[in-house]
């Protein structure tokens, strides 16, 4: 199993532009969560989706869109980008909603 | 409000020394409790967890952790550290409905 995986692992935007970072696990896990990381905050929940076709905003989902159309694949939308984005983003996938697998996560910079 | 505490953003030991690092929470329902370590440039992975039953619970990598309910705290141990242990460690709870509340995560330094 490649457990959950993330592209790119490291991507430059500029300011406006937009872009869509990918996520897909091979667990059958229903739940899958997106997080940002920020040095000194620990994770920040952006969106999660309790199984395809549903999603819910977490605590931070300004500026971002989900969607879930397969079991496996939960990407994330940033539209217009600000530098307040620049973060490192986490998927993570679970079972149980508790015990969460995460991938190895991607790093953005919008300057 | 629920929320979880580590008690310092850094923590340094010498190798083969105690490891111990704390986490107070705050919850209004049983609390489901987990730590997660992060090593550099990896996520996040399970190091252990409390559910329910016996409040010593052993993780991997010689790690293990108790929970107090009258202390609201779930602290962290390793009898002797490795320098394979520096990582960041976030104290992590059930945060209502299929949600994590994490800590803001203690980095931990380890010395020859």
């Known amino acids: 199993n490649a457990g959950v995986t993330q592209t790119p692992k490291f991507r430059i935007l500029k300011i406006g532009q937009s872009m869509t970072l990918q996520c897909a696990q091979d667990?059958?896990?229903?739940?899958m969560y997106w997080y940002r990381q920020d040095p000194g905050m620990g994770l920040k929940l952006i969106y999660y989706?309790?199984?395809?076709?549903?999603?819910d905003k977490g605590e931070v989902p300004n500026g971002y869109n989900v969607s879930r159309s397969t079991t496996e694949d939960f990407p994330l939308r940033l539209e217009l980008a600000a530098p307040s984005q620049t973060s490192v983003y986490f998927c993570a996938s679970s079972y149980d909603a508790y015990e969460q697998y995460f991938g190895p996560g991607t790093r953005l910079t919008v300057t | 409000a629920q929320s979880v505490t580590q008690l310092g953003s850094h923590v340094s030991v010498s190798e083969g020394a105690l490891v111990l690092l704390r986490c107070n929470y705050s919850?209004?329902?049983?609390?489901?409790l987990f730590w997660y370590v992060q090593y550099p440039n990896q996520g996040l992975q399970l190091l252990l967890k409390?559910?329910?039953?016996?409040?010593l619970v052993k993780g991997i990598n010689g790690f293990e952790a108790e929970f107090k309910k009258s202390e609201t705290s779930f602290h962290l141990t390793k009898p002797s550290a490795h320098m394979s242990d520096a990582a960041e460690y976030f104290c992590?709870?059930?945060?209502?409905?299929?949600?994590?509340?994490f800590g803001a995560g203690t980095r931990l330094a380890v010395h020859p």
């Open positions: 989706s309790v199984g395809a076709g549903i999603t």
């Open positions: 992590t709870f059930r945060g209502g409905y299929n949600k994590l509340i």
């Open positions: 667990m059958n896990h229903n739940y």
């Open positions: 919850s209004s329902v049983p609390p489901y």
């Open positions: 409390y559910t329910t039953g016996a409040t």
